[in-house]
């Protein structure tokens, strides 16, 4: 059974610092892993997608990478901004199944 | 507004009682999903469509839930005699059918907070 797992659950930074978020994966088959953030309240908003092919995307100031291998991916964002201040969620799908497995999440908040 | 709706927002019912959402997901997406999340947890896969098909179905999709999409367009969740462990967020989302990255990605829609008191 996959299971995803991100570290810390709660990270809070000064505005202005370039930060790392954790995600790891028990399977190695995975197919795609998407990184979300999600508001207090609210729904999910997809930041980026990674194919098992790629190994990071970009997107502004934000750049994800995977390492199959290692069964890990990252979220970096640079110069964080109070409005950074979410939750982060990263999820991976497996080949033949369409449904996400997500982990718990990191809460970040950026101090201004 | 093209992106995927839900409606309602929010839902407080008491136990016992049937509740039904709707999720309208984006319109050139033919694949549907539902998931649900409850406090500090990530979202929990309960069911997909391609089309109309329900393709895939959670083990946490007690006989109590049941899904549609009758016309491979909006989806409804039914969740019958409501019970206080029902309380979280449903969260429909969309994606393509075709190749690429494009269609794997999911949007998701803003959610619907049920509480069951």
């Known amino acids: 059974k996959q299971e995803v797992t991100q570290i810390p659950a709660a990270l809070s930074v000064p505005e202005g610092e370039n930060l790392v978020l954790n995600c790891s994966f028990t399977?190695?088959?995975?197919?795609?892993l998407q990184w979300f953030r999600q508001d207090p309240g609210k729904g999910l908003t997809s930041l980026l997608l990674?194919?098992?092919?790629?190994r990071e995307q970009t997107s502004g100031r934000l750049n994800a990478s995977l390492d199959k291998s290692s069964g890990r991916s990252t979220l970096y964002i640079a110069a964080s901004q109070p409005g950074d201040s979410a939750t982060y969620l990263c999820?991976?799908?497996?080949?033949?199944?369409?449904?996400?497995?997500f982990g718990k999440g990191t809460k970040l908040t950026v101090n201004p | 507004d093209t992106g995927v709706s839900q409606n309602p927002r929010h839902k407080i019912t008491k136990r016992g009682q049937n509740v039904t959402f709707r999720c309208d997901p984006i319109?050139?997406?033919?694949?549907l999903y539902w998931y649900r999340q409850t406090l500090g947890q990530g979202p929990e896969f309960l069911t997909y469509?391609?089309?109309?098909?329900?393709?895939?179905k959670s083990r946490l999709l007690s006989d109590r839930f049941s899904a549609e999409r009758p016309k491979g367009s909006f989806s409804t969740l039914e969740i019958q005699r409501t019970e206080q462990g029902d309380s979280a967020m449903y969260l429909c989302?969309?994606?393509?059918?075709?190749?690429?990255?494009?269609?794997?990605?999911?949007?998701f829609g803003p959610g619907t907070r049920l509480t069951v008191t």
């Open positions: 999820a991976d799908n497996q080949g033949g199944s369409e449904k996400l497995v």
């Open positions: 989302a969309s994606s393509l059918d075709g190749s690429g990255a494009a269609s794997y990605e999911q949007y």
């Open positions: 469509f391609q089309n109309e098909a329900q393709l895939e």
């Open positions: 319109s050139e997406h033919n694949r």
């Open positions: 990674i194919q098992s092919s790629q």
């Open positions: 399977d190695s088959a995975i197919y795609n």
